[in-house]
């Protein structure tokens, strides 16, 4: 297998694990005030009253911090994850103080029919706390590159 992954050296069930990233109050409302800007993320003592009870990060921000996880020490995918697609859901939120890492499985290898340089994997990652709960879930479909030698 090459250092980077291509999609002769990916099957289904490969499984991959980030290091970890642990939000703070202050990034959770910084990021909130320039691109989610409610209360619940960005207020503590009013998001006490919010369908959250307590200051809770933007998904938008989980999703990022996931995205980060992933490219510095996720699956190494030659040419960069390059997304075409997903469904991603917020099953509980994440707090101040959350160490998050992802937990990837690839469960799709799909070469393409029409472009025989790539192909496409589908992977799915759940973003976990400290705690093993699952604070993101993505299932993304990626552009995959074939390795340079099979003359593509």
Known sequence: MS???????????????TGTYTMTAEA????????????????EETAK???FGG?????W??????????????PPIAGG????????????????????????????????KSRPERGFITLKSETKNQK???VQLLVVKLLVWRMPEYGF
């Not at 921000?61 to 020490?73: K, N």
């Not at 997304?83 to 070469?111: C, F, N, Q, Y």
């Open 28 to 43: 959770i409302k910084a990021f909130a005030r320039d691109y989610d800007p409610q209360p619940f993320h960005t207020d």
């Open 61 to 74: 921000h989980t999703a990022a911090v996931t995205m980060r996880l992933q490219a510095q020490s996720g």
């Open 81 to 112: 994850m390059i997304g075409a697609g997903g469904e991603i859901s917020w099953p509980r939120p994440t707090r101040p103080g959350d160490t998050l890492h992802v937990e990837s499985e690839i469960t799709e290898v799909k070469p393409s």
């Open 132 to 134: 093993g709960e699952v």
């Open 49 to 51: 009253d919010t369908f």
């Open 3 to 17: 250092e980077r992954l291509y999609l002769e050296d990916v099957f289904v069930g490969q499984r991959f694990v």
């Open 55 to 59: 200051l809770a990060a933007s998904g």
